[in-house]
């Protein structure tokens, strides 16, 4: 048997494609990802439900026979969070929302449950390392007295000479990793683009922060994700800041990923592959161990 596969009506061609979708269900292997045939789709660019230009849930949701009859068993989501979209959804101004130009938050749980229902399981892409400076965690970092919590969700500085063995990923847009903040009076550290800052994985807070957002997706019936830009979650002076030890202990001990992580690409449709070993997680790992 493939791992994910649902069990029970599967066409043959001595048997008609079952319809009754309600009759399949999802086999409990931890292991389904190993063998799946997963499916990487952008829900704004698959299917428009209302004719308004833009892919939605909706839209998506009536193209699952397709899928099913593809013979997928897992769709793998791009990011499709609110945010200004100045990096094609990476640049996520909330975790725990959708995009209005996608639907709503119902609309993506009938969405989930219907891919349950026919055999399929889903994979979000979670984008951790950093947020969208429209983040509201952002805006009020930005305000906070230095030292504080809330300003400490992001890396801050005085000058902007920290971690210069960190190469500047997007040398065609950025002149520097840091860039000033005239709110803050202070340099904040960003591994892509400037509207992009890093999350400060130092703070216990941040870490807490981001697994509240895994567990409402995992809480939702999501079966896995994809965790974006892993090698830079810290920053190391006197390293190149790329996947060193304590972004791997972040992603293998705090997200629990251990038992079931695996390499993966930048999705092809991205603009530009960023990261060679972003990680896999999925839920029977992750949920029950991150609180
Ligand atoms: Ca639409
Ligand atoms: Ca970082």
């Known amino acids: 048997m493939i791992a994910g596969r649902a069990q029970g009506a599967l066409p043959t061609s001595a048997t008609p494609r079952r319809r009754k979708v309600e009759t399949l269900r999802l086999d409990d292997d931890p292991l389904w ?43 793998w989501l791009l990011p499709f969070y609110p945010s200004p979209g100045r990096d094609d959804g990476y640049d996520i101004a909330d975790y725990t929302d959708v995009n209005p130009m996608y639907g709503t938050l119902t609309d993506a749980h009938a969405f989930v449950k ?40 992001y890396v801050w500085s005085e000058t902007n000479q920290k971690y210069q063995d960190a190469r500047i990923i997007f040398k065609d847009f950025e002149t520097s990793n ?24 130092e703070n216990p807070k941040v870490k807490e922060a981001v697994l509240k957002a895994l567990d409402f997706w995992l809480g939702m019936g999501i079966d896995g994700v994809r965790l974006d830009a892993i090698p830079y979650l810290f920053e190391r002076e006197g390293t190149n800041g790329g996947l060193i030890s304590s972004s791997r202990r972040c992603a293998a001990t705090s997200i629990r990923t251990t038992p079931t992580a695996c390499s993966s690409p930048r999705p092809t449709s991205g603009r530009r592959m960023r990261s060679p070993t972003s990680a896999m997680a999925t839920n029977a790992t992750c949920r029950s161990t991150s609180r």
């Open 178 to 201: 840091w860039t000033w903040d005239h709110v803050a009076g202070a340099y904040f550290w960003h591994r892509f683009y400037s509207h992009q800052p890093d999350l400060n994985f």
């Open 33 to 75: 990802y190993k063998d799946a045939l997963i499916y990487e789709l952008h829900v704004r660019a698959f299917q428009d439900s209302d004719g308004d230009g833009s892919g939605d849930f909706r839209g998506l949701l009536e193209k699952l026979p397709y899928l099913q009859d593809l013979g997928v068993n897992a769709i």
């Open 114 to 153: 219907e891919a349950h229902q026919r055999g399929m399981r889903v994979i979000n892409e979670l984008v951790c390392n950093h947020t969208s400076d429209q983040h509201p965690w952002f805006q009020r970092a930005r305000r906070a007295r230095p030292g504080s919590a809330a300003r400490d969700f």
